[in-house]
T-cell receptor
Framework: GENVEQHPSTLSVQEGDSAVIKCTYS??????FPWYKQELGKRPQLIID?????GEKKDQRIAVTLNKTAKHFSLHITETQPEDSAVYFC??????????????FGRGTQLTVWP | KAGVTQTPRYLIKTRGQQVTLSCSPI?????VSWYQQTPGQGLQFLFE???????NKGNFPGRFSGRQFSNSRSEMNVSTLELGDSALYLC?????????????FGQGTRLTVV
C-alpha cells in the first residue's frame, strides 16, 4: 500500500514569515493530494488539494506544489498569522474516475506561529 | 448546506462492551469513510462505503464493522471493546462524482474505553 511521510513534525515561525511542510509518497498510482488543517478539538478541514495533472495550485496565502517524478508535494503558507497555528496533515489517494477511495495520511505537522 | 454530522460526540464505555457510532454525510454525498485518530498512530483508515456497499477496508480486526443505509447515513460498530480502542473516530463524506472527490470530515466521536 501507499506510505506517506511528512516533515517536519513540529514547526515554529514568527508571524509574517513563511512556513513549508513537505510530504513524500511511495505509490506512483497516487494522483490526488489534499491538505487538512486540524485545530485543537476540531475536525480536520480541507484547505487545499492538488491533482497529479498540475504542478502547483494557489489559494491566497497557501500554495501546494507537486513533483510527480520525485514523488513529493509541499504546502507553502506565506505571511503566517497566529490563527494559522494548528496541526497540518498531508494525504494521498489514487482515485479512479469519480471514486476517491482511501486517503493515506502523513503523521502531521504541529505549526506554531508566534506573534 | 449542513456539514458531516457525527453522533454522539463523546462516549465512555467499559472494556468488553460494544458501541455504535453514527455518521450523516453532507446532503448529496454518496461515499462515507471512517478513520481512527490516535496520538500514536495518527489517522488510520477503517473502511469506506458507497451505495450501501463496503468498497475498501483497512487493517483493523473484525471487531470493527460498519454499514451504510439507503440514505447514505453510515454506522460503525466496535464489539468487545479494548482499552486500545480509545480514540477519536472520524467520518468523512465525499460526493464521488466526476471532478468532485474531496473528502469532508465530521467533528468526530471521542470514544474512551475504561
Amino acid at each position: 500500500g501507499e506510505n506517506v511521510e511528512q516533515h517536519p513534525s513540529t514547526l515554529s515561525v514568527q508571524e509574517g514569515d513563511s512556513a513549508v511542510i513537505k510530504c513524500t509518497y511511495s505509490d506512483s498510482a497516487s494522483n490526488y493530494f489534499p491538505w487538512y488543517k486540524q485545530e485543537l478539538g476540531k475536525r480536520p478541514q480541507l484547505i487545499i488539494d492538488i491533482r497529479s495533472n498540475v504542478g502547483e495550485k494557489k489559494d491566497q496565502r497557501i500554495a501546494v506544489t507537486l513533483n510527480k517524478t520525485a514523488k513529493h508535494f509541499s504546502l507553502h503558507i506565506t505571511e503566517t498569522q497566529p490563527e494559522d497555528s494548528a496541526v497540518y496533515f498531508c494525504a494521498a489517494s489514487s482515485y479512479r474516475g469519480s471514486t476517491l477511495g482511501r486517503l493515506y495520511f502523513g503523521r502531521g505537522t504541529q505549526l506554531t506561529v508566534w506573534p | 448546506k449542513a456539514g458531516v454530522t457525527q453522533t454522539p460526540r463523546y462516549l465512555i464505555k467499559t472494556r468488553g462492551q460494544q458501541v455504535t457510532l453514527s455518521c450523516s454525510p453532507i446532503s448529496g454525498h454518496r461515499s462515507v469513510s471512517w478513520y481512527q485518530q490516535t496520538p500514536g498512530q495518527g489517522l488510520q483508515f477503517l473502511f469506506e462505503y458507497f451505495s450501501e456497499t463496503q468498497r475498501n477496508k483497512g487493517n483493523f480486526p473484525g471487531r470493527f464493522s460498519g454499514r451504510q443505509f439507503s440514505n447514505s447515513r453510515s454506522e460503525m460498530n466496535v464489539s468487545t471493546l479494548e482499552l486500545g480502542d480509545s480514540a477519536l473516530y472520524l467520518c468523512a463524506s465525499s460526493p464521488d462524482t466526476t471532478g468532485r472527490t474531496e473528502a469532508f470530515f465530521g467533528q468526530g466521536t471521542r470514544l474512551t474505553v475504561v
